[in-house]
């Protein structure tokens, strides 16, 4: 006689009727939906902290290159000041002592810099006037473009600095958010563990809370 085969359906397989009831389907789906959004917000939190901590990088190596530059534009200009100071010096020696056409010689030799302050400094008749300026290189007019070039450079300098360390705390807030995403997915995840309902719902209430709080966090931050 041929032996009956029962065929036991797996749980897998059977009518979500006969396993869950109503209640569990839909603490299912909040699960999955918790899954879903903390996963969403783990891929654009570490997206954003990529692309600051990129920023980050070129804003510093900008910063670096702009000091750099800077330093080079001040060693220049200190230069063109020693090159103003040591011309003049000679200028005034051999003009005290009446050698015109010596003192013709290295005034022609003057920077294109130097000159207008100079003539203002020659102006004020500073060799017979006590309160003249005792020297070009101290009149308002006297200016150097490297000087001016190096200021400039460092104040871009210090802006890039300044911007690359708030493009690291901006990464760094990104990389503290996805943890609270992570946490989320152990809560959710777990929670499908549990068979006591109470339980369940504890854990799903302290994810959810926690994915409020993390969604928050990452719609005030700013995005590149």
Do not use: C
């Given at each position: 006689?041929?032996?009956?085969?029962?065929?036991?359906?797996?749980?897998?397989?059977?009518?979500?009727?006969?396993?869950?009831?109503?209640?569990?389907?839909?603490?299912?789906?909040?699960?999955?939906?918790?899954?879903?959004?903390?996963?969403?917000?783990?891929?654009?939190?570490?997206?954003?902290?990529?692309?600051?901590?990129?920023?980050?990088?070129?804003?510093?190596?900008?910063?670096?290159?702009?000091?750099?530059?800077?330093?080079?534009?001040?060693?220049?200009?200190?230069?063109?000041?020693?090159?103003?100071?040591?011309?003049?010096?000679?200028?005034?020696?051999?003009?005290?002592?009446?050698?015109?056409?010596?003192?013709?010689?290295?005034?022609?030799?003057?920077?294109?810099?130097?000159?207008?302050?100079?003539?203002?400094?020659?102006?004020?008749?500073?060799?017979?006037?006590?309160?003249?300026?005792?020297?070009?290189?101290?009149?308002?007019?006297y200016k150097l473009n490297d000087m001016e070039k190096a200021d400039?450079?460092?104040?871009?300098?210090?802006?890039?600095?300044?911007?690359?360390?708030?493009?690291?705390?901006?990464?760094?807030?990104?990389?503290?958010?996805?943890?609270?995403?992570?946490?989320?997915?152990?809560?959710?995840?777990?929670?499908?563990?549990?068979?006591?309902?109470?339980?369940?719902?504890?854990?799903?209430?302290?994810?959810?809370?926690?994915?409020?709080?993390?969604?928050?966090?990452?719609?005030?931050?700013?995005?590149?």
């Open positions: 006689m041929p032996e009956h085969v029962h065929v036991h359906v797996p749980h897998e397989l059977a009518e979500p009727g006969e396993s869950t009831t109503s209640r569990e389907r839909w603490l299912e789906i909040a699960a999955a939906l918790m899954l879903s959004l903390a996963t969403l917000g783990i891929a654009w939190s570490g997206y954003q902290a990529a692309k600051w901590s990129g920023l980050q990088a070129r804003r510093y190596t900008q910063a670096s290159t702009a000091r750099s530059l800077a330093n080079r534009a001040a060693t220049l200009g200190a230069q063109d000041r020693t090159q103003d100071l040591l011309n003049f010096n000679r200028w005034l020696e051999v003009y005290t002592n009446g050698d015109t056409q010596l003192a013709n010689l290295y005034e022609r030799r003057f920077r294109a810099e130097f000159r207008p302050a100079f003539e203002r400094w020659l102006a004020g008749d500073p060799l017979s006037n006590k309160d003249s300026i005792p020297s070009p290189l101290l009149e308002k007019n400039q450079l460092e104040r871009i300098g210090d802006l890039r600095f300044e911007q690359g360390k708030q493009a690291t705390e901006n990464a760094d807030d990104y990389v503290f958010v996805t943890v609270f995403f992570a946490i989320v997915l152990f809560f959710a995840g777990i929670s499908l563990r549990f068979a006591w309902l109470p339980m369940r719902l504890l854990i799903m209430a302290l994810g959810t809370v926690i994915l409020v709080y993390g969604g928050i966090r990452l719609l005030s931050l700013p995005t590149h």
